[in-house]
């Protein structure tokens, strides 16, 4: 029997089904590579996968495809496919983020709650805490997300729980906290800082810096998911965080010394739907999964870094060179 991986061209899916090829597992990957960014990055993450035999790749929207005979064929499902950011969630966008995060995970669980699957994972967010009064963040704190796509997330994973509690549909949700590292989207900040340092164009900096996030290293991750499903209790839920909270302002002479390019920074407004602070208690990891990270946050983006240079030809352009 095979695993299935939903957003498997996606930065985590992609590093996540090579880590299960890796443990000589058959894999069944599903994106239907949305426009969100460009497909050529998300090909690229794929090549590497369609190359193993072991791989199988479906292109589609989970919304169209035959999931009932799908699932007959696997034991286990990470469902990590999502319509993301929480910027570009607001207005007319928002009907994809009911499509995708909503509508397609509620057919997902829909056709998984009669099948003997070992366990369903779904890949949550620490958007649904959103201005929770709670730092650090534990799975108790309030849930109070300030972006659409944080509703979004919420709602997904409150049907994840629902299916469990009705249907005994084996599943755990982890809340994920700002994942970087190699094959980060590139609408993700450090992603864009690394490729406006390589470009030598200023750094777009929402609000005044002070924001802090804890961020988490993608090998961090994909070893929470695994151990998730492996040994996590049926219906529970749990923080995925780097064990440290950076204030962004302070990240910038990392950017410069990393690279040994200039740094320019240019301010830009507050955006709505950005939480002021994200911080994640993971003891309940720690306790059930055995979880605890490893990446300290330097040598990580020194790899991002290193990732960025490769994606974009690792030539500084000018940016009258686009």
């Not at 998730?228 to 965080?241: F, S």
């Not at 990392?254 to 830009?268: M, Q």
């Amino acid at each position: 029997m095979k695993t299935c991986v939903t957003g498997a061209a996606g930065f985590i899916g992609s590093r996540l089904c090579r880590r299960l090829l890796e443990e000589g597992r058959d894999v069944i990957g599903l994106d239907c590579l949305t426009d969100y960014y460009p497909a050529w990055i998300k090909r690229r993450n794929l090549a590497p996968l369609i190359a193993d035999r072991r791989f199988e790749f479906i292109e589609a929207d989970l919304s169209d495809l035959p999931l009932g005979r799908l699932l007959a064929r696997v034991r286990s499902v990470f469902h990590l496919a999502a319509q993301a950011g929480v910027r570009a969630s607001w207005g007319k966008t928002f009907a994809s983020y009911l499509h995708h995060n909503i509508a397609a995970t509620q057919r997902l669980l829909e056709a998984a709650k009669d099948r003997p699957l070992d366990k369903l994972v779904f890949a949550s967010s620490s958007s649904v805490y959103g201005q929770t009064p709670d730092l650090p963040m534990a799975e108790t704190s309030p849930l109070r997300p300030i972006s659409p796509y944080g509703v979004t997330k919420c709602s997904a994973e409150q049907l994840v729980f629902l299916y469990h509690r009705n249907f005994s549909l084996p599943t755990v949700s982890l809340r994920f906290f700002t994942v970087y590292g190699p094959g980060q989207r590139p609408d993700m900040a450090f992603h864009k800082f690394f490729k406006a340092i390589l470009e030598g164009r200023e750094i777009p900096v929402f609000g005044d810096g002070s924001q802090t996030r804890d961020f988490t290293y993608i090998d961090d991750i994909v070893e929470a998911l695994v151990r998730a499903e492996r040994q996590a209790p049926d219906g529970e839920v749990y923080n995925v965080g780097g064990g440290h909270r950076e204030r962004l302002s302070d990240l910038f002479d990392h950017f410069e010394d990393i690279t040994g390019l200039p740094v320019k920074l240019r301010a830009l407004p507050v955006q709505k739907g950005d939480a002021p602070h994200t911080f994640a208690s993971i003891l309940k990891a720690e306790r059930d999964l055995g979880y605890a990270p490893h990446t300290a946050l330097r040598d990580g983006l020194e790899r991002e870094w290193a990732y960025v240079r490769d994606l974009y030809g690792g030539r500084r352009r000018t940016p009258s060179q686009g």
